[in-house]
């Protein structure tokens, strides 16, 4: 029996969720591990209001891949001996930029 004649095709909304780099795909502890951080690095980001993740009716957080973007980027600047509040800011300031250029660009 070949195993391609029984696999079902995925649903179009599961499809979604890989391509979409909002979707919450990543608990703390995986998140962390895949940028290099500890989970406590992620709370600060949380508590300074950089990302906002996700959380489950019991508590628990779930990053997006955006989010983990934005974290790794927070963490390269920490690495460079940039305080955490400092940090933040600079992500701010970068995103607006970013924003601002699309923004001409399209007009």
């Keep these: 029996m070949d195993y391609m004649e029984n696999a079902q095709t995925p649903s179009r909304n599961t499809n979604d969720k890989f391509d979409d780099e ?3 795909a ?26 906002t993740p996700q959380r489950s009716s019991g508590g ?5 891949r955006k989010q983990l973007r934005i974290a790794e980027r ?9 305080p955490m509040e400092a940090a933040c800011r600079i992500i701010d300031l970068e995103n607006q930029l970013a924003e601002s250029r699309n923004t001409n660009d399209t007009t």
């Design 22 to 24: 909002d979707y919450p």
């Design 26 to 51: 990543y608990t703390m502890g995986r998140a962390a591990e895949l940028i290099g951080v500890t989970p406590a690095f992620l709370r600060q980001l949380d508590q300074a209001g950089l990302i």
């Design 60 to 64: 628990h957080r779930s990053f997006s």
């Design 74 to 82: 927070a963490r390269e600047l920490v690495d460079q001996g940039t």
